[in-house]
């Protein structure tokens, strides 16, 4: 059974959730603290996020998911969702809403994401480890031990296209298509900033993500031709 973790402040927002997806093992929480501590012990397939919670704006959770996320706002303006998606959110459901259409979405996103993983197996390009199932990646280390690289569902699926075709350059359209798919319309600076988020979080790897101008991005090693 596929696990969604809710996280809502509003008890009764978390129960109509919960019993729609009631053939799903959802778990929930009304805070990030207790979204924190919930993520740290256990892994889902997808996260349910309300943005306006108690103790900050749910947005900081999105690096810390490891699973698709689906946000659930009452904010209307497009700038939000624009960050949200650029943040790494899958999808983006404005307050108020029908059960239904979430529960339409949530399987969607559940039989998308598990298609994929089961296409995945595990890829080395360096020092560098993708675990497809998993959706892990490992800088690994001939001292002082590996390094667990925290990143978003969509960050991995960018680095996996890349590292598919390691030297290669890949358009931003071709990203885009591989990381969010044909239903999901964002622009180029959006790849970009998770490209930008992507090279910070690799920098102690031997891995580079290049620029090629005017044509996209390619993975390389450093010390290989």
Same mark, same amino acid.
């Given at each position: 059974?596929?696990?969604?973790?809710?996280?809502?402040?509003?008890?009764?927002?978390?129960?109509?959730?919960?019993?729609?997806?009631?053939?799903?093992?959802?778990?929930?929480?009304?805070?990030?603290?207790?979204?924190?501590?919930?993520?740290?012990?256990?892994?889902?397939?997808?996260?349910?996020?309300?943005?306006? !919670?108690?103790?900050?704006?749910?947005?900081? &959770?999105? %690096?810390?998911?490891?699973?698709?996320?689906?946000?659930?706002?009452?904010?209307?303006? +497009?700038?939000?969702?624009?960050?949200?998606?650029?943040?790494?959110?899958?999808?983006? +459901?404005?307050? %108020?809403?029908?059960?239904? *259409?979430?529960?339409?979405?949530?399987?969607?996103?559940?039989?998308?994401?598990?298609? *994929?993983?089961?296409?995945?197996?595990? &890829?080395?390009?360096?020092?560098?480890? !993708?675990?497809? %199932?998993?959706?892990?990646?490992?800088?690994?280390?001939?001292?002082?031990?590996?390094?667990?690289?925290?990143?978003?569902? &969509?960050?991995?699926?960018?680095?996996?296209?890349?590292?598919?075709? %390691?030297?290669?350059?890949?358009?931003?359209?071709?990203? &885009? *298509?591989?990381?969010?798919?044909?239903?999901?319309?964002? =622009?180029?600076?959006? +790849?970009?900033?998770?490209?930008?988020?992507?090279?910070?979080?690799?920098? =102690?790897?031997?891995?580079?993500?290049?620029?090629?101008?005017?044509?996209?991005?390619?993975?390389? +090693?450093? =010390?290989?031709?």
């Amino acid at each position: 059974m596929h696990s969604i973790l809710v996280v809502e402040d509003s008890t009764e927002m978390r129960l109509l959730i919960s019993d729609a997806l009631k053939d799903f093992d959802v778990s929930e929480c009304g805070s990030i603290q207790a979204a924190r501590e919930r993520l740290a012990t256990s892994q889902f397939d997808l996260v349910i996020l309300d943005l306006t !919670l108690p103790d900050g704006d749910g947005l900081t &959770l999105l %690096p810390e998911a490891g699973a698709p996320v689906i946000i659930l706002s009452g904010r209307l303006d +497009v700038a939000q969702k624009v960050v949200a998606f650029k943040l790494g959110a899958e999808d983006y +459901v404005t307050k %108020p809403f029908s059960m239904q *259409e979430l529960r339409a979405r949530v399987e969607s996103k559940i039989v998308k994401h598990s298609r *994929e993983k089961n296409g995945l197996e595990s &890829l080395r390009l360096g020092d560098l480890v !993708l675990d497809g %199932p998993r959706q892990r990646i490992v800088i690994k280390r001939e001292v002082n031990g590996d390094d667990d690289v925290q990143c978003t569902s &969509l960050e991995f699926r960018l680095l996996w296209s890349m590292a598919r075709a %390691p030297g290669r350059v890949l358009s931003r359209d071709h990203l &885009l *298509e591989s990381a969010w798919g044909k239903t999901v319309h964002v =622009g180029d600076r959006t +790849v970009d900033a998770h490209i930008s988020h992507l090279r910070k979080k690799l920098e =102690g790897s031997k891995v580079r993500i290049e620029t090629v101008v005017g044509s996209g991005y390619r993975l390389s +090693v450093i =010390g290989e031709s």
